[in-house]
């Protein structure tokens, strides 16, 4: 008698905990799926802030380009600064060559 007590009593709460962890996983799953949902749903911008945010965004990309393209004008201009310099030295160069290559015959001819 004792021992179909024990059991009885043993299967109810094993009943129980089964049944109130079942509930406890159904409230989660519906919390998910509710907040998957809310996810979803597209965000209302009201406030100056986020449109402000959202222009300083889509600002950024333009102010990248402006500036790789004066960083590609500012090196383009410091290549031809030194093709001028250099130009300007082998010319000063090919004159230098110029007058130690002309020798002077001794009756004063070249």
């Known amino acids: 008698m004792k021992s179909i ?6 299967i109810l709460l094993i009943n129980i905990l089964l049944t109130e962890s079942f509930e406890s996983k159904n409230d989660l799953v ?4 509710e907040s998957i949902d809310n996810l979803q749903q597209p965000a209302i911008l009201n406030d100056e802030e986020d449109t402000n945010s ?13 500036k790789k393209r004066r960083n590609k004008r500012r090196r383009i201009q410091q290549v031809k600064n030194a093709l001028t310099q250099l130009q ?8 230098r060559l110029d007058t130690l290559t002309t020798t002077v015959r001794p009756n004063g001819r070249r």
Request: hydrophobic letters at 40%; zero cysteines.
């Open 54 to 66: 959202i222009e300083k965004r889509q600002s950024r990309p333009k102010k990248s380009k402006a």
């Open 30 to 33: 519906s919390n998910n799926i």
């Open 5 to 10: 007590k024990l059991v009885i009593v043993f």
């Open 88 to 95: 300007s030295q082998i010319a000063s160069i090919a004159t």
